[in-house]
């Protein structure tokens, strides 16, 4: 293995993270979090095939009541992801070992309160309960005050600075009010931008334990090969002490973000880096997401997969497909894309370069997304 950088450990239940730790492999749940049995099976399943951390999805306080019921049922190292309601977790810290907040969820609810003060709740809790933090920033879901002092899209080199000034700044706060049980990632879907982005965070602070994972990297292989490309440059560089690999699977399949993470380390390790593969602009893009809770209809995991065949003819077309399981996310995940896909329990939303097109049924949607891509395309 490459040198890695000196991270600070933090402590996620039983393991360690950071500080020459070995680095962790995570998944999470996306099964609907109060289908108790069903996200007790891919707890089990995903901690089977050798899960570091199980990330949880928490909205509401039925969610919250169920990952309380999951906790008595399972060792696993539960990580909870906040989502929007951040006083949640003076619910739940009790019951996990890993806070995940995202910087830019923190404006929907009680929006005159101040980030920093949110911020410092989040931090108390995770004191009283011996719990760690993650800062969560997300291509898709910006701290607005950061994306308007970068309000045009520059070249790929720049259009991570949001991303990367709000990580450093909610870094910066954790610090001062003496807070440093904490790591961070820094996710975008394109493999480019997430290592530019991971490279000046960890340029500033190398200090600091990264999550690494490329967001909604799509279905195998495609998926992995993006995610790979990304993590060979950044643990090739010393950066990274747990990593995700975000894949678009059926329920049952979930585990395969874990042996796909175990085998792109182990290729790390030994040597085996894939210099050829590299991330062709010139090509199609599917991007679609892993699925979570807030997946409304299981159909979306059939859709993306018949979304990449249906356009297989398109491959030679340098145009961006993005795939969302849900209306919650969807909407701001799919501003990139050339043609945006969104689902909700019976329809499935589309838009064409920023301009909405319309709701379509699920039997109905692939003709339509066929006949805009043939638009594109001429
Ligand atoms: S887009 Fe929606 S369903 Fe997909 S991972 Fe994000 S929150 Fe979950």
Redesign the pocket.
């Known amino acids: 293995m490459t040198e890695r950088n000196q991270t600070r450990e933090v402590k996620i239940g039983g393991i360690a993270i950071g500080n020459g730790h070995p680095i962790a492999v995570q998944s999470m749940c996306a099964t609907p979090t109060t289908n108790i049995p069903a996200t007790l099976k891919q707890l089990e399943s995903l901690e089977a095939a050798g899960a570091d951390v199980i990330r949880v999805a928490v909205d509401n306080k039925k969610d919250a009541q169920a990952l309380i019921e999951l906790r008595r049922q399972t060792q696993a190292v539960l990580s909870v992801d906040l989502q929007e309601n951040y006083r949640l977790a003076e619910i739940l810290a009790p019951h996990v070992d890993k806070i995940r907040y995202n910087p830019g969820h923190l404006y929907h609810h009680e929006r005159k309160k101040p980030w920093k003060d949110k911020v410092h709740f989040l931090a108390d809790i995770a004191v009283q309960h011996d719990c760690a933090l993650r800062v969560g920033v997300n291509a898709g879901s910006v701290d607005p005050a950061k994306l308007s002092r970068h309000p045009s899209d520059g070249p790929a080199s720049d259009s991570v600075l949001p991303m990367v000034e709000s990580a450093l700044e909610h870094s910066e706060w954790l610090d001062q009010i003496g807070f440093t049980r904490y790591c961070v990632s820094l996710k975008d879907s394109d493999p480019r931008k997430t290592v530019s982005a991971y490279q000046k965070f960890a340029g500033t602070r190398p200090d600091i334990p990264l999550h690494l994972g490329v967001t909604e990297a799509g279905i195998p292989p495609e998926g992995i090969e993006k995610t790979r490309i990304a993590f060979e440059q950044l643990i090739g560089k010393g950066i990274g002490d747990t990593i995700r690999v975000s894949l678009t699977l059926p329920y049952d399949d979930k585990h395969q973000e874990i042996s796909a993470g175990r085998q792109i380390l182990k290729d790390i390790s030994e040597g085996r880096v894939r210099t050829v593969v590299h991330f062709d602009e010139n090509k199609l893009n599917l991007i679609s997401?892993?699925?979570?809770s807030?997946?409304e209809n299981e159909a979306f995991i059939d859709l993306a997969q018949k979304v990449k065949s249906r356009t297989r003819y398109a491959r030679d077309h340098a145009i961006t497909i993005a795939v969302?399981?849900?209306r919650?996310?969807?909407p701001g995940?799919t501003d990139d894309a050339d043609l945006g896909l969104w689902c909700g329990p019976n329809y499935v939303n589309l838009k064409r370069r920023g301009e909405k097109v319309g709701a379509f049924k699920y039997d109905e949607i692939l003709d339509r997304l066929d006949s805009e891509l043939k638009y594109l395309i001429r």
């Open positions: 997401c892993p699925s979570c807030r997946v969302m399981g849900c919650v996310n969807g995940e």
